[in-house]
């Protein structure tokens, strides 16, 4: 019999993802993933003094089937007595252009639960993204363009978000959920490769795990070092940033002064800066224009 309670409390504590008196917000689609977390949540709050309520995004692109996926997540709200939160959204009717249906599912999604988050006195919200998610992830980053931080994967701690089942494999919520007669809805889309990730998830990795069978296990492995790696570059270059970084009511400075031919280390220390205080990626372009500038009279250089 499998049980991933184990795996998943020590997720929880190792990452620091729940406190005792946390009010969560789980995101659940109906799938696999999502009743595995309510499920083990349930579990949980038996031990834990925890309030969870429970958030489904109707996408209604596929007609009762979509319904079908919401009345299952409304029924265990209702069964257990758990607050429940469903919104609607026609991404048939409403799509936005220059991006693909999944980014613009995914802000969407993240959009209400912020404000669903800020209006209800919820303190976190969850997701059920699982360890293959991860590697699909750091997949697509690759093959779109990434540096060390993008191989980090997905956080298990974003803001407010919290994944607490992303040390658990596919298999091993499939035998839980099997093992222990908990229902969900397979959502047929996901067989549609013309979705980014189904084409990773169908396509591209089983042909990879038919030549590299530990394929999964060395990407989470990757994502591990890279994280360790990203996370010992910023405690390094916190104490120079400090020099290198002036904050003011106008905004913040880079003292071009202190540029040295370190190119990696001025390119990390920008990349921060940008991506902390603007939430800006740094570039090839912009970082080529910063050093062009750098290189200018001034003795520093706005970010804005």
Do not use: C
């Given at each position: 019999m499998t049980d991933i309670y184990r795996?998943?409390?020590?997720?929880?504590?190792?990452?620091?993802?729940?406190?005792?008196?946390?009010?969560?917000?789980?995101?659940?689609?109906?799938?696999?993933?999502?009743?595995?977390?309510?499920?083990?949540?349930?579990?949980?709050?038996?031990?834990?003094?925890?309030?969870?309520?429970?958030?489904h995004l109707n996408h209604l692109t596929r007609g009762i089937d979509s319904d079908n996926d919401a009345?299952?997540?409304?029924?265990?709200?209702?069964e257990y007595g758990i607050s429940f939160y469903e919104r609607k959204f026609n991404f048939k009717s409403c799509r936005t252009p220059g991006i693909s249906f999944e980014e613009q599912a995914r802000d969407v999604r993240y959009a209400m639960i912020k404000d669903i988050i800020a209006s209800e006195g919820f303190n976190k919200a969850a997701t059920a993204h699982n360890s293959l998610d991860n590697v699909e992830t750091i997949l697509m980053r690759?093959?779109?363009g990434t540096g060390i931080f993008g191989l980090r994967g997905i956080n298990y701690i974003n803001g407010n978000i919290i994944r607490p089942l992303l040390d658990i494999s596919p298999d091993e919520i499939y035998s839980y959920l099997k093992d222990r007669k908990i229902k969900w809805r397979e959502d047929l889309s996901n067989s549609e490769n013309g979705y980014q990730r189904n084409y990773i998830r169908n396509i591209i990795f089983p042909a990879i795990t038919g030549r590299f069978p530990?394929?999964?296990?060395?990407?989470?492995?990757?994502?591990?070092?890279?994280?360790?790696?990203?996370?010992?570059?910023?405690?390094?270059?916190?104490?120079?940033?400090?020099?290198?970084v002036i904050e003011t009511d106008s905004g913040h400075f880079i003292s071009t002064d202190r540029f040295t031919d370190n190119i990696p280390l001025i390119k990390y220390i920008l990349s921060r800066t940008l991506y902390s205080h603007y939430n800006i990626r740094l570039n090839s372009v912009i970082f080529d224009e910063i050093i062009r500038k750098s290189k200018s009279q001034k003795s520093n250089l706005p970010l804005y």
């Open positions: 795996k998943f409390i020590e997720t929880i504590k190792i990452r620091n993802l729940i406190s005792p008196g946390d009010k969560i917000l789980l995101s659940l689609s109906a799938g696999k993933d999502s009743m595995a977390m309510l499920e083990l949540m349930l579990r949980y709050r038996e031990t834990v003094p925890v309030n969870i309520g429970l958030f009345a299952l997540v409304r029924g265990k709200a209702v690759i093959f779109s530990d394929a999964a296990k060395n990407i989470t492995r990757l994502s591990a070092h890279a994280e360790e790696n990203e996370n010992l570059l910023s405690f390094l270059s916190d104490s120079i940033k400090q020099d290198w």
